[in-house]
């Protein structure tokens, strides 16, 4: 079945580093990929989605790129900030719209 | 800004009794889950909806949980009898039903404490 693969956690680096999460998914249709982040204490949100191949999803610094070829989604930042200290999960959509998620990755900024 | 709520926020209860969880998705939208997120097992779905219908509970221990959409305002997640293993955040989604693209909208969760 569809699955996901995120990098273990927790990542740590310091304020305005830069940041890789890596995530790769297997489907055996074409997914739209996304990535949520949890705050402390918190539901979920949204970070950035990509609903087909070279599709590049971005908001609030972060991008991700749809690789088919690699069948990947790595969540990338130039430069982090204390406040992006969080969980985040990567996730791929099946066609009947549940949501497959990774395990998350724990990022923690120090300043 | 339109947002899933659940209530209660927080829950604690002891074992055996019967726990209820409640969520108003955002209006308009027609597909409503449920998860349940631990330190131990991550991010479960444990069950969801179209237009009101179950579609999959298999996630779901049948004898004790019990997940309905009695309109589409609202969707509750019992458990009765509760027991310390189900001590978690179950976190409610819902989205706009546009198949293969959702985006699912989460709300802030019920932490539960079965003691």
């Known amino acids: 079945g569809d699955s996901v693969t995120q990098m273990e956690g927790p990542v740590t680096l310091s304020e305005e580093a830069f940041l890789t999460i890596n995530c790769t998914y297997t489907?055996?249709?074409?997914?739209?990929l996304f990535w949520y982040v949890q705050y402390p204490g918190e539901g979920l949100q949204l970070l950035l989605k990509?609903?087909?191949?070279?599709d590049k999803g971005s908001n609030k610094g972060f991008e991700a790129t749809y690789r088919k070829e690699t069948t990947s989604f790595h969540l990338e930042k130039g430069s982090v900030q204390v406040s992006d200290s969080a969980v985040y999960f990567c996730?791929?959509?099946?066609?009947?719209?549940?949501?497959?998620f990774g395990t998350g990755t724990r990022l923690q900024v120090f300043p | 800004d339109a947002r899933v709520t659940q209530t209660p926020r927080d829950k604690v209860t002891e074992m055996g009794q019967e726990v209820t969880m409640r969520c108003q998705p955002i209006?308009?939208?027609?597909?409503v889950f449920w998860y349940r997120q631990t330190m131990m097992q991550g991010l479960e779905l444990l069950a969801y909806?179209?237009?009101?219908?179950?579609?999959?509970d298999s996630g779901m221990p049948k004898d004790r949980f019990s997940a309905e959409m009695p309109d589409a305002t609202l969707a509750t997640l019992k458990i009765q009898p509760s027991e310390p293993r189900d001590s978690a955040v179950y976190f409610c989604?819902?989205?706009?039903?546009?198949?293969?693209?959702?985006?699912?909208?989460f709300g802030p969760g019920t932490r539960l404490t079965v003691l």
């Open positions: 989604a819902s989205g706009p039903g546009t198949q293969g693209v959702d985006t699912q909208y």
């Open positions: 489907a055996t249709g074409y997914p739209s």
């Open positions: 990509a609903t087909k191949a070279d």
């Open positions: 996730a791929l959509s099946d066609p009947t719209d549940k949501l497959i």
């Open positions: 209006l308009g939208h027609n597909t």
């Open positions: 909806f179209r237009n009101r219908a179950p579609l999959d």
